[in-house]
């Protein structure tokens, strides 16, 4: 009973855009590598997944992400978030993996405990979803890896994977943990975010403003 993770990334130039009242391109860039790395590294320690899939265009991604042992993707030209997604799903399901887990990188609070959460909690055959503080966003999505199922992230993607779960007659579970429900995407998530913490002793000094 194989859970397989897939993260989209972005373009290191084009990441984390909402910032850039605070952190200048390079920055950004890092910060992105940096969360990426940790990212497959909570997921690692979970012990829940078996294996992390990165789909990314960029080449500076894949080569962090295979230095620490997840596999690779190069995103379709015009797959954008949601078809980028799609395709980790389709690497999964060929794979035969019993259940997919869709988390971004900007989790900078997720623990293995709270991975360990959505996958113990949530029953094999029903859809785990985790929602960002506001209840709009989705920073989770489990579910079972051999069904065709309609991913929305983007606006308002909470109730929008929400919906397609009861379309698909799928058991809802709701997983509602610090870590899950914080994500790292405007300036007033900097703002709370403590990078001179998350950052100290990683080599990404340039964040510690």
């Known amino acids: ?15 984390k855009s909402r910032l850039t009242a605070v952190l200048t391109a390079t920055e950004r860039a890092a910060l992105t590598q940096f969360l990426l790395q940790r990212t497959i590294g909570v997921l690692r320690n979970s012990g829940v997944v078996d294996r992390v899939v ?35 799903a389709r690497l999964a399901a060929v794979a035969h993996a019993a259940r997919l887990l869709v988390l971004p990188t900007d989790l900078p609070f997720l623990t293995a405990a709270d991975v360990q959460t959505v996958a113990n909690d949530t029953p094999h055959q029903a859809v785990g ?21 309609p991913f929305q992230f983007g606006v308002e993607s909470f109730q929008k994977h929400v919906l397609a779960a009861r379309y698909g007659r799928f058991t809802l579970h709701m997983v509602r943990t ?31 403003r």
């Open 129 to 149: 979803i985790c929602p960002d503080r506001h209840e709009q966003g989705t920073n989770g999505l489990l579910l079972p890896a051999q069904v065709d199922f």
């Open 1 to 15: 009973m194989a859970t397989w993770a897939v993260i989209p990334v972005k373009s290191l130039a084009q990441t």
């Open 178 to 208: 610090p870590g899950w429900q914080f994500d790292l995407d405007t300036v007033e998530d900097w703002a709370i975010y403590s990078p001179k913490h998350e950052v100290a002793g990683t080599g990404q000094q340039v964040l510690a």
């Open 54 to 88: 990165v789909v990314s265009r960029d080449t500076a991604v894949q080569q962090l992400a295979t230095a620490y042992d997840a596999l690779t993707l190069a995103e379709s030209p015009a797959a954008g978030l949601n078809g980028a997604i799609q395709e980790g």
